[in-house]
C-alpha cells in the first residue's frame, strides 16, 4: 500500500481527489485528510506518509511552507489553481504538480510517475523550494460590482471585507454592499495578499479597515471592522495571523 496525505482547503475538490485516488491508484492509502497547512505539516512529520498531495495556498501555512518546515521527506505532488509559483520549474522532476481544475488523464500520469518514484528515495525538497520565487502579480485595483440597472466601479481599497454567498461574493462597503458572481477564492485571489487577509473559509478582511481583534476565550477570536456592527470569527487555521503581531 502506498499511504497519501492530501492537503486542501476546499472540502469539495479534497473529496474528489480522494476520490479519484481511489479509483486510478489500487494501491493508494489515504491516511490523513486535511484542509489547513498547519494540520497538513503536523500529518507530515507524525504519520510519514510515503505521497502527500498539498494545495499550495491554504490557510495556516501553504503547501511550499510545509515542506520547507517538515522533518519527514515524502513524494511531493503540489495542486494549484495558479501559476505564481513558477510552475515550470517543478518540471525539473523532482517535483509534481496538478494545475486545477485537472482532468482525469493528468492525475493518471501524476499516478504514473509516482509509482516510477516510489521505487527510489524522496529527495530532500528544500533546497529547490528555495531557488522558486513568485512572479510578480498585477492585484485588482478595481472590482465593478452592479445593484439593479446600477454598476459601480469601485476601489478595493474602499472594501471592509468579502463573504462567501453561495456561488456569490458580498462586498460590504461603507457606502454599500452588492453580490459580485464568483467563488471568493477566485477573487480573493486577485487581491493583494499584505491588504487583504483570509481569516475564515468564507471571509476575507481588508487589514486596512480593521478596528480591532477581540478574543472572547482562549480559543475564539473574532474581528471588528470598521463601519460593521457585527465581528466576524477568526477561524482556527487563520489565528496565527494576529496572534504574534501589534495592531
Known sequence: ???????????????????????????????????????????????????????????????????????????????????????????????????????????????????????????????????????????LKRLKIQIGNKMWLISVDDIICLKAFGRYVKVLTNEREALVRMPLKNLYEQLNPDSFWQIHRSAVINIGKLDHVNSADSEQMQVHMQGMTDPIIISRSFSHLFRNINL
Request: glycine share 4%.
Open 1 to 139: 500500500m502506498v499511504n497519501i496525505l492530501i492537503a486542501e482547503d476546499e472540502e469539495i475538490l479534497r473529496k474528489g481527489l480522494t476520490d479519484k485516488l481511489k479509483k486510478y491508484w489500487s494501491e493508494a492509502n489515504i491516511i490523513a485528510s486535511v484542509e489547513c497547512g498547519t494540520d497538513a505539516l503536523e500529518a507530515l512529520n507524525n504519520l510519514k506518509p510515503d505521497v502527500a498531495f498539498l494545495d499550495i495556498k491554504m490557510g495556516g501555512l501553504t503547501g511550499i511552507e510545509v515542506i520547507q518546515q517538515a522533518s519527514h521527506h515524502c513524494h511531493v505532488v503540489f495542486v494549484t489553481a495558479y501559476d505564481e509559483y513558477a510552475i515550470k520549474a517543478f518540471d525539473t522532476g523532482a517535483i509534481d504538480y496538478l494545475l486545477k481544475p485537472y482532468s482525469d488523464k493528468r492525475l493518471q500520469e501524476c499516478i504514473t510517475r509516482l509509482t516510477t518514484r516510489l521505487t527510489s528515495v524522496p529527495l530532500n525538497l528544500k533546497n529547490i523550494l528555495s531557488k522558486i520565487e513568485p512572479n510578480k502579480k498585477q492585484y
